[in-house]
């Protein structure tokens, strides 16, 4: 039923739209003969050989090659047939292309990959490193799920550490001392001091160049984006990026002494 539905709506679109292109073409041409008439066709049968006649008629026929060329186009259009997905916004045709649905158009996207069960979808990002693969998982929403990284045989990147390296993500520390009040006010000089002569935690995080967070799932091999992390994410002005690809977080006791 969805799928009746779909393509008359699709259809009912593409014949909309050649109306008005043609209805267009039909003013355009009015205007070129300045004429009033609605029916400039009909002007063909009353034509002579006056040297008065208005009506060119190597400017209609031009006009009436251009219509028959449009309704090719769109007669061969029209022959496209795309699949619905479990996602609302990407069909699928015959060959197993995807396409995004942007208002009344169906662009190709050549990146996507497959489409799950549950809407989500898997899009296979461009690299300038061409022996790997970058594989990210979307919701419905289009928000980041998860990352999974290919070698150049494709097969999976199971070493997160290397992984992490090959897609940019920067492992997360924290400093081991909270200080005091909260971020922008305070001065706790006591647990700056401890902090200058401890190790940093490592917290298991990692985040992109969007500050987005991310854990390490080691049953896909994959690093699966923590959202509620990144509700509770420090201001910048708190975290230190180091060169040597981490970040150092400091965190407070929300207590002001």
């Not at 008065?52 to 259009?77: A, H, P, R």
């Not at 942007?102 to 979808?121: A, C, F, Q, R, T």
């Not at 997360?172 to 401890?198: P, Q, T």
Request: proline share 1%; net charge neutral.
């Amino acid at each position: 039923m969805a799928n009746s539905y779909h393509k008359m709506l699709n259809n009912k679109l593409k014949t909309s739209y050649k109306e008005k292109f043609i209805a267009g073409l039909h003013q355009e041409l009015k205007r070129s003969i300045q004429t009033e008439s609605d029916d400039i066709f009909s002007m063909i049968n009353t034509i002579n050989d006056s040297k008065n006649s208005k009506l060119d008629i190597n400017l209609l026929l031009k006009y009436y090659m251009l219509n028959q060329i449009i309704e090719e186009v769109n007669d061969s259009n029209s022959k496209q047939s795309y699949y619905d997905t479990k996602n609302s916004n990407i069909k699928k045709d015959e060959s197993g292309k995807y396409y995004r649905v942007k208002g009344s158009s169906v662009i190709l996207d050549e990146s996507i990959v497959s489409v799950n069960d549950d809407g989500s979808y898997i899009v296979q990002e461009k690299q300038c490193v061409h022996s790997i693969k970058i594989l990210k998982t979307y919701d419905a929403d289009n928000k980041a799920l998860s990352i999974q990284v290919l070698d150049g045989a494709g097969n999976i990147v199971f070493n997160k550490n290397l992984a992490a390296e090959l897609i940019g993500l920067r492992r997360e520390y924290k400093k081991k001392y909270k200080y005091s009040g909260y971020s922008g006010n305070s001065n706790d000089i006591v647990a700056g001091l401890r902090n200058m002569f401890s190790s940093p935690i490592e917290t298991g995080y990692f985040m992109d160049f969007h500050c987005n967070f991310y854990k390490w799932q080691a049953s896909t091999s994959s690093f699966v984006r923590v959202a509620e992390r990144e509700g509770d994410s420090p201001l910048l002005m708190d975290i230190e990026f180091r060169d040597n690809g981490t970040i150092l977080r400091q965190e407070y006791t929300g207590v002001v002494k």
